[in-house]
């Protein structure tokens, strides 16, 4: 026990021995270093670490020149060959006699370096029309009965609109009980085929009861076509109570059902209303 104890206390006094040594070996060297020789000692590399740099660059540049010095030695030396060897031949020539040798291309000794080849341009692409749209029968109708309907002079007018009934397969129908419509303005309207209607229909392409349906153009567009005579459930318009108007444009062709002699609305057509006047 006694000798534990002994042996504990001589380890905290080597302990405390050391320290002290320690921190009086660390006061020493502080008081030992000059601030003024440590700030001439950061000048002193300060001032290495430049001539290192400059050293640096200045060899960068010696290397650029060599090999400056080195292309330009290689270009003279390919130049300095080439007229050599058309001065052996030259000499050859000339003690062997010009007939032992074949006549060789003559070198170009502006440049040491081999033309570029001659790219011909590439010819222009033929450029080819269009082909013509092919219009549908409706796309022909519609355009020949839009430039009719856009002729100014009546009597051309006129004409023009009946020869469109010969050229085209048109069907003619018209509301059949504006009378009854009058008395009862909830009665629908009937539509049946007529020889000369307010409606011009054209069969639509594939479908034997389905048709294509426009006003007919030389019709007054007034209250009771309007509202007796089936055109507002025909066509979308903006016709205003109390005018009259004398011209229509076609936006859209609505569509009709044909049963018998008898049509049927499906899809109402839309039109635009011009020269206006009072009733």
């Not at 040491?112 to 029309?129: I, N, Q, T």
Request: charged share 30%; aromatic share 8%.
């Amino acid at each position: 026990m006694k000798k534990s104890r002994m042996k504990r206390a001589g380890r905290r006094t080597a302990a405390l021995a050391v320290g002290f040594l320690a921190g009086m070996s660390a006061d020493a060297l502080a008081a030992r270093v000059d601030p003024q020789e440590l700030e001439q000692l950061r000048g002193v590399v300060g001032m290495l670490l430049e001539d290192v740099e400059e050293f640096y660059h200045v060899t960068i540049l010696i290397e650029a020149f060599l090999i400056f010095m080195l292309l330009a030695l290689i270009i003279l030396g390919i130049v300095g060959y080439t007229k050599l060897k058309r001065e052996v031949r030259d000499l050859r020539r000339h003690v062997y006699g010009e007939e032992a040798f074949e006549p060789e291309p003559q070198e170009d000794l502006a440049s040491p370096f081999e033309p570029l080849p001659v790219v011909e341009p590439e010819p222009e692409p033929e450029v080819r029309a269009a082909p013509a749209k092919v219009l549908t029968p409706l796309e022909h109708f519609m355009e020949a009965y839009g430039e009719a309907n856009g002729i100014e002079d009546a009597a051309l007018r006129e004409a023009r609109l009946s020869s469109l009934l010969a050229e085209f397969p048109i069907q003619t129908f018209t509301c059949t009980n504006p009378e009854a419509r009058k008395l009862d303005p909830n009665a629908p309207p009937t539509f049946e085929s007529r020889d000369e209607g307010d409606f011009w229909a054209l069969k639509k392409d594939g479908d034997a009861d389905d048709y294509h349906v426009v006003p007919n153009p030389a019709l007054i567009y007034n209250e009771e076509r309007h509202r007796f005579c089936g055109m507002k459930e025909a066509f979308a318009s903006n016709y205003q109570e109390g005018k009259e108007y004398t011209h229509m444009t076609l936006d859209a062709p609505a569509r009709f059902n044909l049963m018998g002699k008898l049509w049927a609305p499906l899809r109402p057509g839309k039109i635009t209303l011009s020269g206006e006047r009072e009733a």
